[in-house]
């Protein structure tokens, strides 16, 4: 019989993360887990108001749903996944927290490390980027002084995008992906792309409301620069739209609801000759650590929430820079905690 445990925490960012849907200063999440005998598989849900992910809520259907998921007899991840999609309909968050703690669990199981059991080796790992949120330029410009780092991410959509990304360019020449979280309009676009190219930015995160398809269609003939989808491709449903309309897929377990349905969204997106990035929803040291060990199936890594954060829950994932290793000698997914 498995035994469900989780555990809120409220984590502060060392910055105020600020995109274009809002400002943060500390991370809402929830680390819960699996345990079945002597192993435990773990998972991790945020908090994200503009995904109507709420912890309470969460809460509230773990114990609700307890005794039906104790009860579970885990015959394979995969089996697990469609279980869950059945019991909790519409919650994607925390379906992939208990996702990620039954393929942790079961990969333990089999005595092989996570990326092992879905039949990956652990090579041509991406290095992953640093964000920096939206910001005045000095700040900017501190930020990336203190902290050196081969790639950026940029957070644009505030109104001042070329003067903060002038300012980061002015004390870096590390490449740089700017991400737009859907806070342009195609005018704007229109007039911002172009200065992006100038400055030698390497790829667009969601620069436009995922509903605005024929926006996509207008702005992709008018740059060179890859365009990922982010918010217009949360689920399996999405990808083939936005394969029509973007150059690759962010893929984020929160978004998708879990490990199962993301590798079938990134086996379609690498058959039609898409890019894939592997991105989180600021999840601590647990949800980066599963979500890594996909990184041999990524071209782009965006799995630096546990960089962002002031304090750390467990461990798990290395960090040397901007170079992501997993514990030796550890089956699952490899959490400590």
Same mark, same amino acid.
């Given at each position: ?10 984590? =502060?960012?060392?910055? =105020? ?10 991370? !809402? ?62 919650? !994607? ?32 790992? =991406? ?10 330029? %000095? ?8 902290? !050196? ?47 992006? %190219? ?8 969601? =620069? ?119 514990? %030796? ?9």
């Amino acid at each position: 019989m498995l035994q469900l445990k989780y555990r809120r925490y409220d984590l =502060p960012f060392e910055y =105020p993360f600020a995109i274009a849907k809002g400002t943060k200063t500390h991370q !809402p999440t929830l680390v819960l887990s699996l345990g079945l005998g002597r192993l435990t598989g773990y998972g991790e849900a945020t908090e994200i108001g503009y995904y109507n992910a709420n912890l309470d809520e969460m809460i509230v259907l773990l114990e609700k749903n307890r005794h039906t998921i104790e009860r579970y007899a885990l015959n394979g991840p995969e089996r697990f996944w469609h279980f869950l999609h059945h019991l909790l309909p519409g919650q !994607p968050f925390l379906i992939a927290a208990l996702d990620m703690a039954g393929w942790d669990l079961w990969a333990q199981l089999n005595r092989k490390p996570l990326y092992a059991l879905i039949g990956l080796q652990w090579k041509n790992i =991406p290095l992953t980027d640093y964000t920096i949120g939206i910001n005045d330029p %000095e700040a900017i410009r501190q930020r990336v002084i203190g902290r !050196p780092y081969p790639i950026y991410k940029l957070k644009m959509g505030g109104g001042q995008d070329l003067i903060a990304l002038e300012a980061l360019r002015s004390v870096t020449s590390s490449a740089v992906r700017v991400d737009a979280n859907e806070g342009w309009s195609l005018e704007e676009a229109k007039r911002i792309v172009p200065e992006l %190219e100038r400055l030698d930015v390497e790829l667009i995160e969601q =620069p436009l409301h995922r509903d605005d398809k024929e926006g996509m269609k207008a702005l992709k003939q008018l740059t060179r620069l890859p365009i990922i989808a982010d918010e217009a491709c949360r689920e399996e449903k999405d990808v083939a739209a936005c394969l029509e309309m973007y150059d690759g897929i962010n893929i984020k377990l929160a978004k998708c609801g879990g490990i199962t349905p993301a590798l079938s969204m990134i086996r379609a997106a690498l058959k039609a000759g898409k890019k894939i990035m592997l991105g989180g929803m600021c999840e601590n040291v647990v949800g980066a650590t599963v979500l890594a060990h996909l990184l041999p199936l990524a071209n782009y890594a965006d799995i630096d929430g546990p960089l962002l954060l002031k304090e750390r829950v467990g461990e798990g994932l290395i960090y040397n820079g901007a170079e992501i290793s997993l514990p %030796e000698g550890r089956t699952g997914a490899g959490i400590f905690m």
